[in-house]
């Protein structure tokens, strides 16, 4: 109950923000209206709950839970554990995102195939994604945190470098980066607002709004899923799931977003 | 002495382009490893052309206007108008290509018609509310520019290759790529300047 109503005060001052943002826009008005309505009860916390149970679920061929992974705050810690990552793992030697962190996790608690978990991340009509659902849980115990990606480490300054380099790198067919559609304020593509990563403000509103529930796809989707079919409208070849490139991509983002509240899982259109 | 100053000369600069001692960028290089073909989309979709190259400088302002001049006018060299000399097509065909934002995705397949994508970036046609707002309003873009053949050789350059004119711009360059005939450019540019298309009532 009181994680609906602190939702509801998310969409909310969501819906304002982009009310406010979008004057005279009466269609992006409308859009906002609509997910405000349905902040009220946003379907990811049917995802939330699957994934908590998940996570509690003694699973794989090690037959244990996840409740000793250590996502960056010590081992089980999931309380405002997404709002610090990406972040560099000392046993990993590496920066992981939170689906990265997770296969970790499910290899090296649960003895799961790394290779196995990233062939089928992303869920569809016919198919549930355990990763998603594992994924609307640990973002949504991050709910009202402010975004406090770590930022000292020299593999996270790389990170972040190649992530800004990543963003801005031009290519294919129709020379689009990142930034073709993300580096300008108050653009549209179609009828879509665009927000401005670039920007602290525009990061850090679209960043702690992800993942989320998209409404015309009735699915959960996770961060890596986002870049995902943005590649693919960027008519670009597609990112290996959890690749370093795609991690060294939120890093930029998540730190551009650093300092904002976040609002996840959010619900999109 | 000297050569470790022009050593730590390079290796700045490295640092700073991010380049390998190859000729690929570090980025490059963990593109290519990072991503895959998908159906149409092949993993050498990320070499990156000159322009491209300069294009992915975050701040633009760092670099020499010469040196964006000069690519320029190499793309300009590279257009190729029509061997007839004609520029308009049919505004009605052009609409309908404006519309279509479809193709050159992994999700689509080699027989996917490729769209002009025009509504994605520009307002165009009055009737179509749905419209993007990267580009400029191309609404009455002849009534206020003119319907000269001059205007219509300029309008068939900038869709064939936008970066011709502004190297950097957002815009692909639909010609240069092969994504749109010549046919199809003309009916565009009719959408744009023949007196008839709604744009410019």
Redesign the interface.
């Known amino acids: 109950m009181k994680g609906r109503l602190l939702i509801s005060a998310a969409v909310v001052s969501l819906g304002m923000a982009g009310m406010a943002w979008s004057q005279g826009n009466s269609a992006t008005a409308e859009i906002e209206k609509y997910r405000e309505m349905l902040g009220d009860g946003n379907p990811a916390e049917l995802f939330e709950m699957d994934g908590e149970a998940l996570w509690a679920t003694a699973r794989g061929p090690k037959n244990a839970s996840l409740q000793k992974c250590d996502l960056g705050l010590g081992a089980g810690v999931v309380k405002g554990a997404y709002a610090q990552m990406p972040r560099y793992f000392a046993d990993s030697d590496k920066v992981e995102d939170l689906e990265s962190r997770l296969m970790t996790c499910m290899v090296k608690l649960q003895g799961f195939d790394r290779a196995e978990l990233s062939k089928k991340p992303f869920g569809t009509a016919n198919y549930k994604s355990d990763m998603e659902a594992l994924v609307a849980y640990v973002v949504g115990q991050s709910r009202g945190m402010p975004m406090a990606v770590p930022t000292a480490h020299p593999k996270e300054k790389a990170a972040f470098e190649l992530g800004k380099q990543i963003f801005f790198y031009r290519a294919g067919p129709y020379d689009f980066s990142c930034a073709t559609c993300h580096a300008m304020t108050d653009a549209r593509i179609r009828m879509q607002d665009l927000p401005d990563l670039t920007s602290p403000a525009g990061s850090q509103r679209a960043y702690t709004s992800w993942p989320a529930y998209r409404v015309s796809q009735s699915l959960f989707r996770s961060f890596q899923w986002r870049l995902n079919d943005c590649f693919r409208q960027q008519r670009f070849p597609e990112p290996t799931y959890a690749s370093e490139s795609t991690i060294a991509l939120t890093s930029y983002l998540a730190t551009m977003a650093n300092g904002a509240t976040y609002q996840g899982p959010g619900i999109k259109r | 002495m000297k050569a470790k100053l022009m050593m730590g000369g390079v290796l700045a600069l490295a640092s700073t382009c ?1 380049f390998a001692a190859g000729s690929e ?4 290089a ?2 290519k ?6 159906g149409i ?3 050498e ?4 052309d000159p ?2 190259i300069l ?4 701040d633009l302002d760092s670099v020499p206007q010469a040196q964006q001049f000069a690519l320029e006018k190499q793309q300009r060299a590279e257009i190729k108008y029509p061997a007839d000399g004609k520029y308009l097509g049919d505004w009605k065909k052009g609409e309908i290509l404006a519309q279509d ?1 479809r193709g ?4 689509d397949t080699p027989e996917t018609p490729i769209g002009g994508n025009c ?3 520009h307002r165009i046609s009055p009737q179509e ?6 580009g400029p309003s191309l609404y009455q873009y002849g009534k206020k520019k003119g319907y000269t053949e001059a205007r219509q050789k300029e309008a068939y350059g900038r869709i064939y290759n936008s ?1 011709a004119f502004n190297l950097c711009a ?1 815009m ?2 639909f010609g240069h ?1 092969g ?1 749109l005939t010549e046919a199809q450019i003309k009916d565009l540019v009719a959408l744009l300047l023949d007196p008839e298309s709604p744009v410019n009532k």
């Open positions: 991010l960028s570090v980025v490059a963990r593109l490893t990072d991503f895959h073909t998908k989309a092949k993993v979709r990320l070499d990156q322009v491209q294009c992915s400088t975050p934002g050159n995705t992994w999700s509504y994605n970036c509310i749905s419209f993007g707002t990267i970066k957002p692909p360059r790529v994504a």
